[in-house]
């Protein structure tokens, strides 16, 4: 029903694209010459000192386009407050138009948010295919909900120091992941993963990944999982986690690497790893560049030493923990096809190469014709030091813990931590059944309704 | 209209009028009262009744708050292990905290008693200071203090030989470790009670105990105990409730890790409601407890009313 005016936008946004802003201009998002009222954005607030100021002039410039007028409200993580803000809008029926939801948030709230099939298909045509983790938590019940937005969207790959590896363990991890070339990482397997944590611990530097239960150690964990081919729940729904080899393999090998990860580790937050690296006492963490930006801020003779490169890979695949960030508009709103308007435009290339230098590589765009721009080649110190971090030759597969269990179970394996307790109750030295017993029995409560 | 004032009695004109016995009523007592203390009613109705109602109602809705399901939550919550160790752990949390801050409270304050009139102001004011401080900047200190990295705490240690210790890592030292923040932030609201309470005992009453050679312990015994009798129970049931509903310090310190051994009602209530998006089950978590505060509530302030009714 939507085909004629979805082939009518698509050649709209391409002229768009391709012409200069007088051709975005006549481009027909709004339909109206001048707005009702305010349209109403609230963002995620970046962490990256900056990053905020390039939303600002990506919204300005489309506002003064369109002759909409807008107000902009950074709402943080820190504290939950972009959640409990989603709740209480969900909740009241009014706030925002836009807001940005991360992760599960979409899914959790689809069915008060408006489909944005038109938005989305028009960019993946243009930029092509989104990853099957933004897929998985943006495409759900036949439609998206959300357009995937480059800001706060992120990987959380493994960030390494290069003397450190190259001492305790004999790694160059600069050979193995030069920059602007493809990896050369065959040798770089779990087993290696594992001989090389054994080695950095050996020598007063142990690795550093959470084992607690907020996003970083969870994402992490979760690749581990998935290394190892350990679901969970499968996709229809059943609960396999007692009978399934992967996640007793999973089991097996992070029970052997626990020990050799910081002290600590299970009571880390998403801030613990940054500390860690930033510390000195650390060497390697997963995480997004963020600790190495810190480190340039704080510590440029340990940012000099940071290399963001690849996950090693296990027997099921190579997979790298991808969280990302989507804008939604509230059924609610007054101006839906305002709000359409201006998330076309910040899908737009253009866009997203702003907001990806804004943030000095740490937002990755979505779409597949977007992991190449420049600013993941050129920012360091050490030149190149984060260019392998948006997986530019598509050699690992990007994923979320819980998945592909339907949402509203996956949602609560992944922020009830129940992967990471997993592997802590496997550390105490609790049985394997018991662990999976526990693991079944925490899942079947999260099956109500 | 009309056929009722042909039906009014020769008598109508006696009755009062209108505006007349409106002066009356602005003249009552309770009317006078009851509007002054209007503004606080209707406060208390909208910020705390109506939240209150509102979160009993989506304690009985099913997870998509779609459907009514009765006592369904709490049913489902009771068949939960996590749900038996939380209980246990905001007991644990919340008497053992009450306890040390009474401890300390009472001995501070009887340090604090005895100290000169003009230098009991300073340390009056020292010592409140960590109950002034805002819980969650505080608690931000804490947790730096216990960190992993650069824990203080550990640096000391480290200085005399000593391994360092994983404050918010291990279960047992996570629960010591928020207890002890707890009773930081506490003490000194129990310390100040007490202090009041002290300086309202007679000093008479001491010295004729001296007269009769009491000992120190007698004189705490007979006399201070049973004279503080009141401000301790208020003061414990106050600190009880507080302490039950607490949030912000073990959410800071461990989020309720490792493991959820240090989840209490209110971190387990958001973690369950607000991270995992099922409201119902988080408000039925918060609500657990009340039933059973209501009641220890009751009896402390029964007996309370008693004694005083005695005096």
């Not at chain 1, 209480?88 to 944005?116: C, I, N």
């Not at chain 1, 977007?370 to 030091?385: C, E, I, R, S």
Request: proline content about 6%.
């Amino acid at each position: 029903m939507n085909d004629s005016s979805r082939i009518t936008r698509r050649r709209l946004l391409a002229t768009a694209a391709a012409a200069a802003p007088a051709a975005y201009l006549s481009a027909p998002f709004v339909r109206r010459a001048h707005a009702a009222g305010t349209l109403s954005i609230g963002f995620w607030d970046h962490w990256v000192p900056g990053a905020n100021d390039a939303a600002v002039a990506l919204v300005n410039e489309w506002s003064e386009a369109e002759g909409v007028p807008v107000s902009i409200d950074f709402i943080t993580s820190q504290g939950n407050k972009l959640l409990l803000t989603q709740a209480a809008e969900a909740q009241a029926k009014a706030g925002h138009d836009v807001l940005s939801f991360g992760t599960w948030y979409l899914p959790q709230y689809r069915d008060q948010l408006e489909p944005m099939d038109d938005v989305v298909d028009g960019l993946r045509a243009k930029y092509g295919e989104v990853n099957d983790t933004v897929r998985y938590l943006g495409y759900v019940d036949g439609f998206w909900s959300g357009m995937p937005f480059t800001a706060g969207s992120q990987m959380k790959g493994p960030c390494s120091r290069i003397d450190l590896l190259k001492r305790h363990a004999g790694i160059d991890i600069q050979a193995m992941y030069p920059a602007g070339a493809a990896p050369q990482d065959d040798d770089w397997t779990m087993e290696t993963f594992l001989e090389a944590a054994k080695a950095c611990h050996a020598g007063g530097n142990p690795f550093g990944i959470g084992l607690g239960s907020t996003s970083d150690s969870v994402d992490s964990i979760g690749a581990f999982f998935n290394a190892f081919g350990g679901q969970l729940v499968t996709e229809s729904g059943d609960i396999v986690v007692a009978e399934s080899d992967g996640v007793k393999a999973a089991l097996d090998y992070l029970r052997q690497l626990g020990p050799l990860l910081a002290p600590d580790a299970p009571a880390w937050d998403d801030a613990s790893n940054n500390k860690w690296l930033v510390s000195g006492n650390g060497s390697m963490i997963w995480n997004p560049p963020s600790a190495w930006a810190v480190a340039v801020r704080d510590a440029p003779e340990l940012a000099r030493n940071l290399w963001t490169h690849g996950a090693p890979a296990g027997p099921a695949g190579r997979y790298s923990p991808f969280l990302p960030y989507f804008l939604g508009v509230w059924r609610f709103s007054p101006m839906k096809d305002e709000a359409k308007s201006l998330l076309t435009f910040l899908g737009q290339e253009s866009s997203a190469k702003a907001l990806v230098e804004a943030s000095s590589g740490y937002d990755i765009p979505a779409f597949e014709k977007l992991t190449k721009f420049d600013t993941w080649a050129k920012v360091g110190p050490p030149p190149g030091t984060l260019y392998h971090y948006p997986d530019p030759h598509g050699t690992m597969t990007l994923s979320i813990s819980g998945a592909p269990a339907p949402h509203n179970i996956a949602q609560q394996i992944f922020t009830q931590g129940v992967m990471t307790k997993m592997v802590v109750r496997q550390m105490e030295g609790e049985s394997l059944d018991r662990t999976l017993g526990w693991a079944a029995n925490e899942i079947e409560g999260f099956l109500r309704m | 209209m009309t056929d009722q004032l042909t039906l009014e009695p020769a008598s109508a004109p006696l009755r009062p009028k209108p505006r007349a016995s409106l002066r009356v009523m602005s003249r009552r007592k309770s009317t006078i009262a009851v509007l002054m203390t209007l503004p606080l009613i209707l406060l208390v109705l909208s910020l705390v009744l109506y939240p209150a109602a509102y979160g009993v109602w989506l304690a009985m809705l099913n997870k998509s708050m779609e459907r009514f399901v009765g006592f369904g939550n709490f049913e489902f919550l009771f068949r939960r292990e996590t749900f038996w160790m939380v209980v246990w752990q905001s007991c644990l949390f919340a008497v053992s905290a009450v306890i040390f801050k009474a401890i300390i409270g009472f001995v501070v304050a009887h340090f604090v008693h005895n100290i000169h009139n003009r230098k009991q102001r300073i340390w009056r004011g020292i010592l409140l200071v960590p109950w002034v401080i805002p819980p969650a900047m505080s608690t931000l200190a804490w947790l730096w203090l216990f960190d992993p990295s650069y824990s203080a705490f550990n640096w000391i240690i480290a200085q005399w030989g000593g391994d360092p210790i994983p404050w918010t890592g291990d279960a047992n030292w996570a629960r010591f470790s928020v207890i002890l923040v707890n009773v930081w932030i506490g003490s000194p609201f129990f310390m100040i009670m007490y202090l009041a309470a002290l300086k309202s005992v007679p000093d008479q009453l001491y010295e004729a105990a001296l007269i009769d050679g009491a000992t120190w312990w007698q004189r705490i015994w007979y006399i201070t105990l049973p004279m503080m009798r009141n401000i301790i129970a208020i003061t414990a049931l106050f600190s009880l409730i507080v302490t039950f509903a607490n949030f912000d310090i073990v959410r800071i310190l461990t989020a309720g890790g490792p493991l959820d051994r240090t989840h209490v009602f209110g971190t387990w209530a958001f973690s369950r409601g607000i991270e995992s998006g099922d409201i119902p089950l988080g408000a039925a978590i918060s609500l657990v407890m009340t039933p059973v505060l209501a009641l220890i509530a009751v009896f402390i302030l029964r007996d309370i009313l008693k004694r005083g009714s005695e005096v």
